[in-house]
Structure formats: structure tokens, C-alpha cells
């Protein structure tokens, strides 16, 4: 009984060592709340200031660019012209500019002129006018992209109207309208709205040109022709596709366009001569 005693006791007293043992080990790892608020706040310290002096940093550079952006400014506007005319935008760089122009926005710099047609006092765009928008109208639609350029715009503006709008009147007896000589039934099948509005209309020629120079090719396409003699067949074509029907268009086979209508002829002569025209207009235009 006494050495059950000592030993209970033994084992009790070593208990107890090993308890304070683990509450020392215990207070080393696991620091106090105290402690813990300490170690939160001498690591929030420095960040904090860091965060601070980004921001200075930012600001002073974003205050420097501000500066220099306005002095960039200051220098332009003292160098530009006080109030150029707003036909100037037919100008080289203006030109770049036409490439990515609204409808609004090349009417916007468009001008207008008064001139008499058959008798009557009509309003017409002036030369420089019709260069910008015969420009425009060639970007939007693509016409690289087919071989044609603004010169050919201008030339069938020219070859339909002399750019004077009016109301013709077709083989079939169906009216034509307006400076590109749209049939209300052509005019819906290109979405024109408006075959009376100048910018409208001329734009909505140039995408008839490239359908018509899409569909030249295709006939033209198993013809042995030199790279020259192709360009000029698939402007040819462009006069047939503009200038006749469906079923009279269809006659053309790239080599009989002396069988065509005399209109049709005429047509392609004027188109010739209005693309030259237009070439010389840009170069006293320097455009």
C-alpha cells in the first residue's frame, strides 16, 4: 500500500512537470493579443508608407503628363491656321483622312454651287467637292479591292449626269433619279434611301461599281488578256452592268462591246473621259 502511495504520487508529480512543460512551450509559440497587435502593426507600418508613396508617385506623374499633353496642345493650336475653309479637307492629308469619313462627315466639308441646267438655276457640287466625294465614296465601298479607284466614281457620276441631278428617263420608260441615275427599284436593292441626296447617292454608286466589276471579272475570267487589257474590259463591264438590264447585260461577252447599245458605248467614252478628267482635277487640286 505505501509503495502504490509513492509511486501515485511519483507518477502525479511528473504529470504535473510535464503540463508546466507544454504551457512554456505553448506561451513561445502562441504569442499574446498584445503581442500578436504588435506584430500586425510593425508590418501594416511599412506597407503603408510604400502604398503612400506610390501614390505621391503617380500623381506627380500623372501631373507631368497632363502638363506636357496641354503644352503639346498649346504648340499646335499656335501653329494651325485660325480658321481654315472646310473644303480644305480636300487636301494629301485630309485624303487619309476621307478613308474612314462618315456620310455625315464628308458632308459636312462638302460645298455646293449654283449653275444653269436647261434653262433653270440648279444647285450642283463644286469641282473640289466632287473629287472629295467621289474619294470617299471609292474608300468606303472597296474599290481597290476590284481594280477601280475615285477616278472611276467620277468618271460614271460624269457619264450619268455631268454631276447635275436630275430625273431621266430609261429604255424600259422606268425614271432615273438623282446625280447617280438610280431606278427606285435599283436605289431599294442597294438600301439608297435618298437617290435626290448628292453623298447618298454617289456612295451607293460606288458599291453598284464593284458589284459590276465583281460580275465583269467573272465573265471576263476565262479570256487570255494582258493585265492592261483586263483592267480596261472590267471597267467596260462596270458601263454594261450599270447602264442595262439584267437580260441586256448578259449579252456582253468581253469581246462585243461594239455590238452594244450606242447608250452603253457612249457610256463606257464618257466614263473614260470623266476618270480623266477627274485625274487632272487632283492634280491641280494636289490631291
Known amino acids: 500500500m505505501q509503495q502504490f502511495t509513492k509511486a501515485t504520487t511519483f507518477r502525479a508529480i511528473s504529470t504535473v512537470a510535464i503540463l508546466g512543460a507544454l504551457a512554456g512551450l505553448t506561451s513561445q509559440m502562441v504569442p499574446s493579443v498584445s503581442g500578436a497587435a ?6 501594416a507600418a511599412p506597407a503603408a508608407a ?36 472646310a473644303i480644305r479637307m480636300a487636301t494629301p492629308v485630309a485624303a487619309a483622312a476621307v478613308k474612314f469619313a462618315s456620310q ?5 466639308q462638302i460645298k455646293f454651287q449654283t449653275v444653269r441646267y436647261a434653262g433653270k438655276p440648279v444647285q450642283t457640287l463644286d469641282e473640289e467637292s466632287r473629287l472629295l466625294l467621289a474619294q470617299a465614296a471609292a474608300e468606303r465601298a472597296g474599290l481597290h479591292k476590284v481594280g477601280l479607284s475615285f477616278q472611276d466614281v467620277y468618271g460614271v457620276i460624269d457619264a450619268e449626269t455631268d454631276w447635275i441631278p ?42 453598284n461599281m464593284k458589284h459590276g466589276a465583281e460580275w465583269a471579272e467573272d465573265k ?8 492592261e487589257d483586263r483592267a480596261q474590259k472590267i471597267r467596260e463591264g462596270v458601263s454594261v452592268y450599270y447602264n442595262l438590264s439584267i437580260k441586256g447585260r448578259n449579252k456582253w461577252d468581253g469581246f462585243n462591246t461594239t455590238q452594244l447599245p450606242v ?18 482635277l487632283a492634280q491641280r487640286f494636289d490631291i
Open 38 to 43: 504588435r506584430i500586425e502593426a510593425s508590418i
Open 50 to 85: 510604400k502604398a503612400t508613396s506610390a501614390a505621391a508617385a503617380v500623381a506627380r506623374t500623372s501631373a507631368a503628363a497632363t502638363a506636357t499633353a496641354a503644352a503639346a496642345v498649346a504648340a499646335v493650336s499656335k501653329a494651325a491656321p485660325a480658321a481654315a475653309p
Open 104 to 108: 455625315e462627315a464628308v458632308r459636312a
Open 166 to 207: 436630275r430625273t431621266g428617263m430609261g429604255r424600259n420608260g422606268v425614271e432615273s433619279i438623282g446625280l447617280a441615275q438610280f431606278e427606285p427599284r435599283t436605289a431599294r436593292g442597294l438600301g439608297l434611301k435618298d437617290p435626290n441626296d448628292p453623298v447618298q447617292a454617289v456612295f451607293a454608286a460606288a458599291v
Open 220 to 227: 471576263i475570267a476565262h479570256l487570255k488578256l494582258s493585265p
Open 263 to 280: 447608250e452603253t458605248q457612249r457610256h463606257i467614252r464618257n466614263v473614260r473621259a470623266g476618270a480623266a478628267e477627274a485625274s487632272q
